[in-house]
């Protein structure tokens, strides 16, 4: 009986000791460590619309750039003529308008966020004459985000990644590119390829022929196989522009446009016409670090950067895979 008394008290002791020590556990306060100067809340950073931006400015370690929000359009505040690219604009506008931190720092100790000096930062004037300044810092260590010092408040947030990314946007997407002409193989009258100022190459249809796309090279004119020629100038109708060089080019030396390297001219008719139009590739220089054909079309003023991909799909034609077989 005095056995059993003993385990009881022991046990009794035991729980009181754990019981204890978990209300004193309770009782420390916690070890945040980097974290004690964040306020955990969600907020609220901005709450307007599109319509309601008079102007909006940015600048990131690449470019500086700012335009006016007008019923016309977005007009760029240093050249009117600048074509700008109205869903970007308005897709940054979305994130600036509609900024939510998902926690609020406790200090205003800018230089531990990089927020003294930030190398990103945006402004926007509002309609009703309502500043908004934002500098963006460094990104955190621990969290898909990045510190934002909203500079009227004098306060700290941690927000996500979406407002860098959409700041930090290459220059060339705020240009709106020409409207492609895209041409299929059934509108396709010919296709000529010029080298150096020499024609290399010369695809031709003659409903006539038995076999009617032709090929002239400088052995001489071929019977095409139908389906090779067809699958060749496909690309005509799916080419892609990497990036807008510049959009009012007056000095085409600069990315070999001046004397072409390669010129290749298409000429093709609409759907229910008769009209016979004209595609015309310019191909310039080709930057030595990232393989980027320098083109021109149509003659126009832009400069644009193709990949070496489009670039030889739809200038390089092999003459011995397009021959018909019999």
């Not at 609220?44 to 500086?64: I, L, Q």
């Not at 496909?234 to 009012?248: A, R, V």
């Amino acid at each position: 009986m005095k056995k059993k008394t003993k385990k009881l008290l022991l046990l009794a002791a035991v729980l009181a000791i754990l019981i204890g020590g978990y209300f004193a556990l309770d009782l420390l306060p916690e070890d945040t460590g980097e974290e004690e100067n964040i306020i955990e809340e969600t907020v609220e950073v901005t709450e307007f619309t599109t319509e309601d931006v008079a102007f909006y400015c940015y600048k990131n370690p690449d470019y500086e750039v700012g335009f006016y929000c007008e019923e016309s359009g977005y007009v760029h505040y240093r050249d009117e003529a600048f074509p700008a690219n109205e869903e970007v604009i308005e897709a940054q506008l979305e994130v600036i308008g509609n900024l939510v931190a998902f926690q609020k720092i406790d200090s205003t100790d800018k230089a531990e966020y990089g927020l003294d000096s930030s190398e990103l930062t945006v402004a926007v004037t509002l309609k009703d004459g309502t500043e908004r300044t934002f500098f963006l810092g460094d990104k955190a260590l621990f969290e898909e985000g990045y510190y934002l010092l909203d500079v009227e408040n004098n306060a700290i947030y941690l927000i996500d990644t979406e407002l860098y990314e959409q700041l930090t946007c290459s220059w060339s997407s705020l240009v709106q590119q020409e409207d492609k002409v895209l041409v299929s193989g059934e509108q396709i009258l010919d296709v000529t390829v010029e080298t150096a100022g020499v024609q290399t190459m010369h695809i031709f249809y003659e409903e006539a022929k038995e076999h009617p796309w032709q090929l002239t090279t400088p052995e001489g004119t071929f019977d095409g196989d139908s389906d090779a020629v067809l699958e060749a100038i496909s690309g005509f109708n799916s080419y892609s522009l990497l990036s807008t060089l510049e959009y009012n080019c007056d000095d085409f030396t600069t990315y070999g446009l001046e004397e072409p390297v390669t010129i290749v001219t298409v000429r093709y008719t609409e759907e229910e016409s008769t009209d016979v139009k004209t595609l015309l590739f310019e191909f310039g220089s080709v930057d030595p670090e990232t393989d980027v054909s320098y083109v021109r079309i149509n003659g126009s003023s832009y400069v644009y950067g193709m990949s070496e991909y489009y670039a030889e799909k739809i200038s390089v034609f092999d003459a011995e895979e397009l021959k018909y077989v019999p």
